[in-house]
């Protein structure tokens, strides 16, 4: 079983930059490819970006070369690094674990989720 707590979301103006992590509990987590997933008022929820065990990631469209999602392992947490954030980047967003170390891309494939955290960018 794997839990998982995300801290770093609050209120930041367009341009500014936010930290996100992600601290995970149980001895497979440092073994499983984890993700980033948000979800705005009134939208599905939308992959962001995942990192697989061995540290090969991948990003949404939306925010190539704005995020970067990294791990340590050693302390069981993940990262996201927000820069140039834009309005249109408010959403709730939520760490997810998956059972194994290969990443993907779609929410159905994570099995462990965190309780989410606000992210609001003012314009």
């Known amino acids: 079983q794997v839990q998982l707590v995300e801290s770093g979301g609050g209120l930041v103006q367009a341009g500014d930059s936010l930290r996100l992590s992600c601290a995970a509990s149980?001895?497979?987590?440092?073994?499983?490819?984890m993700g980033w997933f948000r979800q705005a008022p009134g939208k599905e929820r939308e992959f962001v970006a995942t990192?697989?065990?061995?540290?090969?990631?991948t990003y949404a469209d939306s925010v190539k070369g704005r995020f970067t999602i990294s791990r340590d392992n050693a302390k069981n947490t993940i990262y996201l690094q927000m820069s140039s954030l834009k309005p249109a980047d408010t959403a709730v967003y939520y760490c997810?674990?998956?059972?194994?170390?290969?990443?993907?891309?779609?929410?159905?494939?994570?099995?462990?989720w965190g309780q989410g955290t606000q992210v609001t960018v003012s314009s």
């Open positions: 149980g001895s497979a987590a440092s073994r499983s490819a």
């Open positions: 997810a674990g998956r059972a194994g170390p290969q990443s993907s891309v779609q929410s159905h494939g994570y099995v462990y």
């Open positions: 990192i697989t065990w061995s540290y090969i990631t």
